[in-house]
């Protein structure tokens, strides 16, 4: 039975008790029967700036238990029902797909058969539906167009409902909470309605819902139409979906639409117009790639100190240290101001002073921030939270990187502090134990058990599936507090500091041998996951460990035997390099963080087997990432896929509860694709450089437009020819040089 609206035009309705929800629709208008994870059915999502949106294929937003459709500010759920209806019925999906450029959702509807007022019926496919709906500086904009295609004119009415819970995201990701705010009286006027609801942070928090032109009937969840449409005639219906909104506008809501849809595609190419653009002789990896870079850009987010990229949508759209820095490392070479923006916001939130409940001690580097409610309250330790092992060594080893791709002495020499205080966290803080190696163990109870980049709580374990107990050193870790100590000695020397940057060789050296001393496991043929608190080996073979060969902390003999175990079919399986290879005690396909396949690890290794000399083995990674992109909705890589074996007539297996888009999913196969053509930069000599290029079977020739160092740039193309490749410019300016080392 149909949900009738219970209040016209200036009514209210009175709103729950402190601490309750407002009642769901009392039909199942928002909810679908059973258990509706994020890959039971096809989602689409939009991001800008702090809001994100998940719909459904028709532009629903559906509500029940398990689903995560709605629209999200800050970390809130401001909108968690909205269904459009023709006639009093769903209309027939055609199409829907949001557009390249991840600005603009489109979908195509059509009318079933409809009874008319008169007694008789409409045919179905007579009426075309088109919603068009895009975000913007914390609005959401829709237009709906209903036309006409009958030779006779028809009167049509059609409705949208909607409802707020203003759940907060982990109450959204399934977090019970005892106690909650106030919803507080709906407040409707002739053509809007505002919803709002104070929570226990002493917030109020708006959606306020606008709609053109006026209803004939409109509601705290219901608004209706009426139109008389002629044959070969269209009507319009603008919504404009406002949280916490402040001043109104003037702006008719239809002129509202074009100026948002416009503001909002220039703001993309903006943003996205000085990275490096590629073009390939392969259509399928062309728009892979062109997926790729526009959920870059849409998932960066404008902060005081530049442009941040937000982990991913739905769970993680915010900021996340150790994914920001691992997506600019990624996208260094396309587009260096990612990283000065990660580096400069990275920085200003610092932590200044030792906090237990966040994790913080002076000079980590920041994991996580969260803006709702639960954690305003502390009922979630999110809300500025530290407990990342890795980030910190990121931080410096990122800002390492950058100055040797850009030179840019001037944003190093504002770091340099920032720098030495992240040293001083690893020294101080880091180390606790004092035997040089840096290691995690949560001293909140509520916060992560894990705080490597496998955060699961079982993801680090010994031989016989026991989970280790802290505090707990991992392989990658001390990698990177190597590259971190190296590149703060190569900073340092830039910067005048030269006794500074002789003691982090030192320190860097020191670690490279007790690393190799320690970590190293002869029997499996690679370094171990971990040390555990009592200093004994996690015998496990782990994709962790080729994080490692993004330095140069292991020798060249135990480098092959490294690449040789992940390459092994117990390890890659096809689609990629699972985290945990077939054979291990807790190794399972379906598992978060111990048996499937995750796109950027994958990146991650490539990048360390073609520094060294492994191109062969990147190519394949690069292979096995395309071709899972191929098989990909939108051709968008997920956060991470199954590590079931490939078959060769299926794509990958989905993983349930995956985000897509996730930035550093959607930098892996560009950071892959500079990995094996070998590219780095050298701002001193402002050239680029090519150090034995490779192209795989799957790409015959490519283009690389805007390759920019020291002010200049140039274009170049790369052909196969055999085995072998010839690069070209086909444009530069006059000071820039190309180098290719064989």
Request: charged fraction near 25%; include cysteine; glycine fraction near 8%.
């Amino acid at each position: 039975m149909d949900m009738q609206p219970e209040a016209t035009v200036g009514d209210v309705k009175k709103p729950p008790a402190v601490g309750e929800r407002p009642p769901p629709p009392k039909s199942d208008e928002f909810s679908l029967s059973g258990t509706a994870l994020l890959s039971g059915r096809k989602l689409h999502t939009l991001k800008q700036g702090d809001m994100f949106g998940v719909f459904d294929q028709t532009g629903d937003i559906l509500w029940g238990k398990d689903i995560a459709d709605g629209l999200y500010y800050h970390d809130t759920r401001y909108l968690s029902g909205l269904t459009f209806r023709l006639g009093g019925q769903r209309p027939v999906l055609l199409s829907s797909v949001v557009r390249e450029n991840n600005v603009m959702l489109s979908v195509n509807m059509t009318n079933e058969s409809l009874p008319l007022s008169d007694g008789e019926r409409l045919a179905h496919d007579l009426l075309h539906v088109r919603r068009s709906r895009f975000l913007w500086e914390g609005r959401c904009f829709e237009r709906i167009e209903i036309r006409n295609f009958d030779v006779l004119p028809h009167n049509v009415s059609c409705d949208m409902r909607f409802f707020a819970d203003y759940a907060d995201l982990f109450e959204a990701r399934g977090a019970r909470r005892a106690k909650r705010g106030q919803f507080l009286d709906p407040a409707i006027g002739e053509n809007e309605v505002t919803l709002s609801y104070m929570g226990l942070d002493k917030k109020k928090r708006s959606t306020r819902l606008l709609f053109s032109p006026t209803p004939q009937k409109l509601s705290a969840d219901y608004a209706a139409f009426e139109f008389s449409i002629a044959p070969g005639e269209r009507v319009l219906i603008h919504v404009e979906i406002q949280c916490d909104p402040s001043e109104r506008s003037t702006v008719p809501p239809n002129r509202a639409f074009l100026n948002g849809a416009v503001a909002a595609r220039r703001a993309l190419r903006r943003t996205s117009s000085q990275a490096t653009a590629i073009a390939t002789s392969n259509e399928i990896f062309n728009e892979a790639i062109r997926r790729c870079i526009c959920d870059i850009y849409m998932l960066l987010t404008e902060k005081k100190t530049g442009h941040y990229p937000y982990a991913g949508v739905p769970w993680y759209s915010t900021v996340f240290g150790r994914d920001g820095l691992i997506t600019a490392l990624q996208t260094l070479w396309i587009d260096p101001s990612i990283a000065k923006g990660v580096l400069l916001y990275l920085a200003v939130n610092q932590a200044d002073e030792e906090d237990p409940v966040a994790d913080a001690e002076p000079g980590k580097i920041l994991h996580e921030v969260r803006l709702g409610e639960m954690a305003e309250l502390g009922e979630v330790p999110f809300r500025r939270y530290y407990g990342s092992i890795d980030s910190t060594p990121l931080f410096v080893m990122l800002a390492g990187e950058y100055l040797d791709r850009t030179g840019d002495v001037g944003t190093l020499s504002h770091l340099w502090p920032h720098v030495t205080r992240a040293i001083d966290w690893i020294e101080r803080f880091g180390d606790r134990d004092g035997d040089g190696f840096v290691e995690y163990g949560r001293r909140n109870k509520d916060g992560l058990v894990n705080q490597g980049w496998k955060d699961s709580f079982d993801s680090i374990f010994h031989a016989d599936g026991e989970l280790a107990e802290g505090p707990i050193a991992l392989c990658e870790v001390q990698a990177y507090v190597y590259a971190a100590r190296r590149a703060a000695a190569r900073i340092g020397r830039r910067l005048g500091q030269t006794a500074y940057a002789a003691h982090q060789d030192e320190r860097a050296e020191t670690l490279r041998v007790t690393f190799n001393l320690k970590f190293w496991n002869e029997d499996i043929g690679t370094y171990v996951i971990a040390l555990d608190g009592k200093k004994e080996q996690c015998v496990v073979r782990s994709s962790n460990a080729g994080h490692v060969l993004l330095t140069d902390i292991a020798p060249a003999e135990r480098r092959e035997q490294v690449v040789r175990t992940l390459m092994h079919r117990n390890s890659f399986c096809g689609w990629g390099i699972r985290t945990i290879p077939e054979g291990e005690a807790r190794y399972n396909p379906m598992s978060y963080h111990n048996g499937t396949v995750w796109p950027h690890d994958n990146s991650l290794i490539a990048m360390g087997f073609a520094r060294h000399g492994y191109r062969d083995e990147a190519v394949q990674i690069f292979e096995a990432l395309f071709t899972a992109a191929f098989y990909t909705d939108l051709r968008r890589l997920p956060e991470l896929y199954c590590g079931f074996t490939r078959d060769r007539s299926e794509g990958p297996v989905r993983y349930p509860v995956a985000c897509s888009p996730q930035a550093w999913a959607a930098a892996a196969l560009p950071a892959v694709l500079q990995a094996i053509l070998g590219l780095r930069y050298d701002p001193g000599s402002v050239s680029v450089e090519f150090t034995r290029p490779c192209l795989p079977e799957s790409i015959e020739s490519l283009t690389l437009f805007n390759l920019a160092v020291g002010g200049e740039h140039l274009t170049a193309r790369v052909v196969r020819v055999g085995d072998e490749v010839a690069i070209n410019v086909v444009e530069r300016s006059p000071s820039i040089r190309l180098h290719i080392v064989n």
